[in-house]
């Protein structure tokens, strides 16, 4: 089991930036693919972005394309989220999520992951 641990989420004006990372531990390899995930109040998880080991392949969802930027150091486990341009509905507590195993199925969905952070709020105002 990798456990995850997010950091960086904050309060931040609307057009401004925040940087997420996510740390991960608890195994001797890097997990297959990372990802990032939010939920605001009241609503269903959201797929944000993820990112595979190999190749660097990156995913997002449409509401954050061309605005957000994830990455990852495999070597250290570590993942992060550039977040620029924030609007107020980016606020919500995002997770950091990990899946260790191979996968060839679609990387936005949440219940492919085995492994989830406890999730950092993120609060953008107007």
């Known amino acids: 089991q990798v456990q995850l641990v997010e950091s960086g989420g904050g309060l931040v004006q609307a057009g401004g930036s925040l940087r997420l990372s996510c740390a991960a531990s608890?195994?001797?390899?890097?997990?297959?693919?990372m990802g990032w995930f939010r939920q605001a109040s009241g609503k269903e998880r959201e797929f944000v972005a993820a990112?595979?080991?190999?190749?660097?392949?990156?995913y997002y969802g449409d509401s954050v394309k061309g605005r957000f930027t994830i990455s990852r150091d495999s070597a250290k486990n570590t993942m992060s989220l550039q977040m620029n341009s924030l609007k107020p509905e980016d606020t919500a507590v995002y997770y950091c999520?990990?899946?260790?195993?191979?996968?060839?199925?679609?990387?936005?969905?949440?219940?492919?992951?085995?492994?989830w952070g406890q999730g950092t709020q993120v609060t953008v105002s107007s």
């Open positions: 990112i595979y080991r190999t190749g660097g392949s990156t």
């Open positions: 608890g195994r001797t390899s890097s997990p297959y693919v």
């Open positions: 999520a990990a899946r260790n195993s191979w996968y060839s199925g679609r990387i936005s969905i949440g219940t492919i992951y085995d492994s």
